[in-house]
């Protein structure tokens, strides 16, 4: 089916009911469960006029490619968000606000940087084509909705692309553990384009260089480290909070 993509989980179906019933095309429902959770799903997508469709076990496998689908899958239609970051940055009506994810490769985190991203109100995720995992079905169950409202732009350069945003008045603020200056202290209320490692070896040699500026989120207990999510969230919770007492 052309512009649809197939969704699973209890949480990405429900929230997508929820949010825009209108492009949840199908349910499929595992027809042994007959548990209370299955049928308040089934009784909320008949309330929204949903097609549910019981199948089996090995039917909902297929359809998710053996991922943990918890005995529902839904097909939803895409909508169109762009896919070059000038499209992104035309449409933008305050200082724009972006993402630059160097190397995530794990769904569950990319899902949840997406999650992050679209509450904060980001305009815009970007990610090289490699070294990159991309929007799989993992992904849109980890970040419940978000894969389908933020748009994410995969590039093939990410230091040349960077290069551009900065020509474009975008400030490049990278976060690295490394580096002298805490978040808390930058000057944030501009256009900015956080910059993030992926796991393990964090921002490339490259990429780093490529940043006007490093800054670290202070740690303040035991914890060495913290999750690219958990980051990226610090990093755009205190960008939103300087925008508004600006």
């Known amino acids: 089916m052309p512009n649809t993509r197939v969704i699973h989980g209890f949480h990405a179906v429900t929230s997508r009911l929820r949010q825009n019933p209108a492009s949840v095309k199908e349910l499929y429902l595992d027809a042994a469960r007959e548990d209370r959770r299955a049928r308040v799903l089934a009784q909320s997508a008949e309330s929204r006029g949903t097609r549910i469709v019981r199948v089996d ?14 005995g529902v899958a839904a097909v939803v239609e895409v909508a169109a968000l762009p896919t070059h970051i000038e499209d992104v940055l035309e449409g933008v009506q305050e200082p724009p606000l972006l993402l630059i994810l160097d190397g995530v490769t794990d769904p569950h985190n990319l899902g949840a940087c997406l999650r992050v991203a679209d509450a904060m109100g980001v305009h815009a995720v970007i990610a090289p084509k490699d070294r990159a995992v991309g929007i799989t079905a993992v992904v849109s169950k980890v970040a419940s ?17 960077m290069r551009d945003l ?9 976060a690295d553990e490394r580096a002298e200056q805490d978040v808390y202290r930058a000057r944030l209320s501009g256009p900015v384009a956080w910059v993030l490692g992926g796991e393990g070896e964090g921002m490339r040699r490259l ?26 969230g610090i990093c755009l919770a205190e960008t939103r909070r300087q925008r508004q007492a600006a």
């Open 166 to 174: 900065k020509a474009r008045g975008i400030w490049l603020m990278g």
């Open 207 to 232: 990429t780093r260089e490529e940043c006007d500026e490093l800054v670290r989120i202070p740690m303040l207990g035991s914890v060495e480290s913290l999750n690219v999510s958990v980051s990226a």
């Open 57 to 70: 076990e090995k039917r909902l496998d297929g359809l998710t490619h053996h991922a943990r689908h918890q």
């Open 145 to 161: 909705g978000a894969a389908e409202t933020v748009p994410y732009i995969p590039v093939t350069n990410l230091a040349r692309s």
